[in-house]
């Protein structure tokens, strides 16, 4: 019995996702590229559909250190979402947050920071300002400022808005609540603010 497209290209997506897990990351690569250029040629070249193949090959050359590449792909994605949905709709939170990630690995951290800040405000329209899609802007968000020295008192309470989302959606003993606390704990600190109390709720 043939296999039809989708479910080979799940196949295939999963098989690379375990080749790069196995450190054998140019064979899973390779899958991803098949991927891509099969959607390529049955749909177009600015088809929505191509951005999850291009954030999956941006993220293997992520994971072996090519941010370059990577970021060729995810500015690739980013015009194919701009050209296809309203400059506010979610989707395009998804290329444009890891391309603000990778900015951040290239050291361009006031690009980095004006689009994380971008995404933030787009998914706070659309999700609410207590929503895990928001806290994970904020985290990305909280690191890069963090590098542009920008400790002060609107970082923490940046941080603050990431553990009360994080208590919502994990409760208050995750490893996700106690790593945030750790780093408010930590910016406190290099602020002279170290007293200060911040319960768990």
Known sequence: MAVNGDIMEKMRIELAELLHVVERGDEGRALLEECFLISKKSKGKEHPSL????????????RSKNYAEAEHLLRISLQIMMKNVPPDDPSITFPMLHLAVTLYNLHRDDEAERLAAEVLLIREKAFGNETLPVGEALDYLVSIRSRLEKVDSELVELL??????????????SEEVMETMKKLLHYLDKMGLKDEKYPLQ
């Open 51 to 62: 951005v999850p193949h291009l954030v999956n090959l941006a993220t293997s050359y992520s």
């Open 160 to 173: 603050k808005r990431v553990l009360k989302v994080q208590e919502k959606a994990f409760g208050n003993d």
